[in-house]
């Protein structure tokens, strides 16, 4: 190991150095969305990182600077590692602690990882505007979601790494005659991007690395296979294939959209400029025949899987399964709460929906609809397609006052579907029972409860795992729905299903809060989904609050004060510069507000795609 | 685009799916129907085979290979006869709410599968075909010795004879015989091609959740012969005085069962192929599996632990529904997942087990109904064979003839210990 490696890049790094680079990177909603970006790609600020520690003796033959490392292998051995500072932002790309559960973890093994699987890289295949991050992160987020520790090493964030934010690879980048120099750059990239794998497999308990390249040539491929056999790594090729020219000239459209270079330009000659760009850039693509390896092909978005199994083991199942549910076409999720029934607090009874409740109902659906009608104009003005709006779903449980919220929709001729699975959590020999009474009655319970308010139960009652576990066909059936959707459910399906779309942890879920006045708009990108929080007007203050349903344990130190802008509460240490100040909301509740958008990350990411061709 | 994904959508609650079986004779379909059927009825959904040459033997019992030639009018007027039989019991079946039907049959032909779809279709069935595709002729021959020697088709006649017949049989499918979207003009069906053995797969229009469950088993699933040994763990100490849970080590007579299972096993496994042994994480069953050879490959899941008995742990108390705090059975079938799923991947096997987890890969296997899983009797000390075959599974018990007290309880009664009755037995 090189001397001349600085205390701070040493292999472990202190708790203390861990609390302060956690610190840095929280990102608020107020950052300006430039520092917000380069700090994801670890070009401006690179100090806020938490270092990714990796080292094989070579980092002093770099050039460095002051302190002795150079930005660029910094910035190489740290990408995207953030830490959640808020549950209004996607947390599929952060660092999870070691105490984090998954939400929907069938058990837990000593090691972290899901039974006897072992270690496994999937390597995408496949052109650039072939879905591959989309498909990369929804993987991420469900695996996750099972419990297997899943990374995504993008190549095209080392690459970015090396060669510097704005700057090109060289032309012959990506040929296969190209220079000595690009030779080397690419080895080096490619180098980095491996040892990183390794490091978080062997060193971090990992299971899945998803390892997201064009790796275009079957020679390549099949040396990455053996590659990874030498670290005991099985590996698993999945290759995004698209023979529709509609297709592919649709995710062309999506990932240029906000590039300069295309300005002005009619929507489809863009794309097909982009699709030509990308031949130019990289001539030879070999779609995958190699016979020892394993892999899945997808063929245009999921209509056809043709897979080659040599030694596919549980997991890779899964994931067909996963993928035989999964598209990559963009559509938005809606949630927001059934009303008030008149029977509020029995879970059995399934009470029908009160005066008040028919009332929300109503102001609600109204809200949803002139709020997606809104969209589409400011879309239309910022130059915008008009195309009409995709058309929306509604999904209840079978539970009455959820039916009965649907109503409006129903009248209006939109399509409602009822899932059984939504029915809200079983509050067991909680229901009906006050606080004070569930306090007095089990105050054991109540202690347990306080400890692990995920996974423990109440007598007779669901836990939120168990919760978690039941909603998995809801989960997949989300992943399929091609319409917009709106979902009205009872406020714990709605944590659960939020934790997923939006990777909460398992400390979160309980507390995270739906007042009624809110819809919550879910708003996919390839990189990360978005949340949005759209006002209702006009409510009687008394129905917005939380669930009076089910179990109300509070968490000690939890009170409604903390919250005081209501939404999705974050745990407290982490919840500076989220909490909107209901001074600067309140007064517009009753015209129609605009709707506040909390965070917006993934244009950027997806703006910066273009650059990426690995 | 799939004419039902387009977000209009069917209501899943609603989903009716006739799985099609295609392929020539000898490659394991009712081997794959019967699976299905059995997987799908563990997970509570309502599924049912109907095989259309039950149908035909109704009518010709011991048919000769010139049956099945297409040349033969009379032959072929009776094979469509009983396809069209079974189809409409299958229909019948589904307006009285059943869910996933499995039509077990060649469907070689395009026109066949047409005709299949169409009829479905009408009813507002979605299909799915299921392809078993295999070209390597030791697989057909053994499959034909071992299965279907054995059908109906061939009771006492000589094997010989049988066999020569059977592939005669097949000669005759093999003249009209299409594998699916060969010419590219089934492009727009559901299917689920397996060639091979699963070595290579097509997916293709998967059109809802459910399909896509059916398909994710059916993947797993291999055709190559092999047994599924399960015991419990010797008795433990718990045990002796009636508790549930906890992690308690074994019992004298425990201890004694764990030295004599590596004779027991060898005299049910016959030759010396080595097994891989799967344990729980609990001390109990890894003891009673550590005397096994050494050369068995162990694995320990955390998935076979005994049945969360949340706060009941340890004490004496009802077997009864799922205890405050606890998992309840069908919790324990959700947990098996990945279990059931592996041991369909894997082949020879060894459980050791518990109670609860046992019943449940126990029911799996031998398509007992779940809801009576929580009373079925697995004795201590007893090592129990499965070995799956296209009709059905077969069982044989070895016992190793050392007392242990009984854990078994009669539904509704407490946690006496009481002497199984004979009817309630599995």
Known sequence: MSDKVPASESPQSSPAQRATACLASSETPEEDSSRAHSRRYGTGDSHSYLHRQVHFGDISTESTDADGHSTAEIAANAPRYRRKSSTFIDGIHDVTADNDMAPAQLYSTMSGRLFHSGRIAIVMVGL?????????????????????????????????????????????????????????????????????????????????????????????????????????????????????????????????????????MD??????????????????????????????????????????????????????????????????????????????????????????????????????????????????????????????????????????????????????????????????????????????????????????PYHHRYPRAESYHDLAVRLEPIILELEREQNDLLIIAHESVLRVLYAYLMHCSTTAIPTLKFPRNEIIEIIPAAYQNEAKRILIPGLDPRIVPSSPEGIRISVPGESPALFPGGGLSSPPETLEGLTISPGSSAPSLVTSPPPQRIVSTSKEAVEDKLLDQD | MAPRTNGIGVQVEDTKICVVMVGLPARGKSFIAQKAQRYLQWLSIDAQTFNVGNYRRTEAPHPSADFFDLGNAEGEKRRRAAAEAAMHDMLDWFRQGGVIGILDATNSTKERRKWVLDTCTKEGIEVLFVESKCDDETMIMANIRDVKLTSPDYTGQDPE????????????????????????????????????????????????????????YLMNLHIRPRSVWLSRHGESLYNLDGRIGGDADLSPRGHQYAQKLPELVRQSVGEDRPLTVWTSTLKRTISTARFLPENYNQLQWKALDELDA???????????????????????????????????????????????????????????????????????????????????????????????????RGKGSTAKHENPTPGASI
């Not at chain 1, 949803?368 to 008009?386: A, N, T």
């Not at chain 2, 059977?166 to 003009?185: A, M, Q, T």
Request: hydrophobic residues 35%; charged residues 30%.
């Open chain 2, 310 to 408: 949340g706060v009941c742990d340890a004490r004496r108390d009802k077997y009864n529904y799922r205890y405050r705090g606890g998992e309840s059975y069908r919790d324990v079938v959700i947990r098996l997942e990945p279990i059931i799923m592996e041991l369909e991947r894997s082949e020879d096997i060894i459980i050791v087990t518990h109670q609860a987890i046992l019943r449940c890969i126990y029911a799996y296997f031998m398509k007992k109904d779940q809801s009576h899983s929580p009373w079925m009797n697995v004795p201590l000390h007893t090592l129990i064979k499965l070995t799956p075959r296209a009709y059905g599974t077969d069982e044989e018990r070895f016992s190793a003839d050392i007392p242990a007290v009984s854990t078994w």
């Open chain 1, 128 to 264: 650039p505007a072939r879905g591959k991050t989309h498909i990369c992160v929804s993987m991420a987020r469900y695996l996750q979601w099972l419990g297997v520790k899943t990374r995504i090493f993008h190549l095209g964030d080392y690459r970015r790494a090396t060669v510097g934010e704005g700057e090109d690879v060289p032309e012959d980048y990506f040929f296969p005659n190209a220079s000595p120099a690009s030779v080397m750059l690419r080895q080096k990239i490619l180098k980095k991007c491996r040892e990183d794998i390794y490091a978080w497999l062997n060193h971090d308990n990992g299971q899945v690395a998803i390892y997201d390249a064009v790796n275009p040539t079957a020679s390549g491929r099949l040396s990455l296979a053996k590659e990874f056999a030498k670290h005991d790594v099985q590996t698993l090729f999945l290759e995004s294939y698209v023979d529709d020219e509609n297709l592919l000239r649709e995710n062309a459209r999506n990932v240029k959209i906000n590039s300069p270079d295309f300005e002005g």
């Open chain 2, 161 to 216: 004879q049988a066999a020569q017949d059977f592939r005669n049989r097949i000669k005759n499918y093999e003249k009209v015989y299409k594998s699916l979207d060969e010419d590219g003009d089934e492009n727009d069906y559901t299917y689920l091609k397996i060639m091979d053995v699963g070595s290579q797969v097509i997916i293709n229009r998967i059109r809802d959740y459910l399909q896509s469950r059916v398909v994710y």
């Open chain 1, 267 to 452: 929507p489809d000659e863009a794309a097909k400029l982009y699709l030509r760009r990308i031949e130019m850039k990289i001539p030879i693509f070999e779609t995958m025949t190699e016979n020892e390896l394993n892999y899945i092909k997808m063929i245009n978005a999921g209509q056809k899987f043709f897979y080659n199994n040599v030694s596919f083991n549980y997991l890779s199942h899964r994931i067909v399964f996963y993928l035989t549910n999964t598209h990559i076409k963009s559509r938005t999720t809606f949630f927001v709460r059934a009303g008030v029934a008149t029977e509020e607090e029995s879970f059995k009874a399934d009470a029908p929906l009160s005066e008040e409740g028919h009332n929300y109902a109503r102001i609600m659906c109204e809200t949803v609809l002139s709020h997606r009608e809104q969209e589409r104009e400011s879309l239309k003005e910022q130059g915008g397609p008009d195309v009409p709006l995709r058309p929306l779903s509604v999904w209840t449980s079978t539970r009455m006052r959820t039916l009965q919220t649907a109503e409006p929709f129903t009248e209006r001729g939109y399509k409602v579907r009822q899932r059984s699975q939504m029915a809200q959590i079983n509050p067991g020999v909680c229901e009906k029972l006050s606080e004070r009474a569930i306090r007095r009655l089990y105050p054991d319970e109540v202690e347990k409860h306080d400890l692990d």
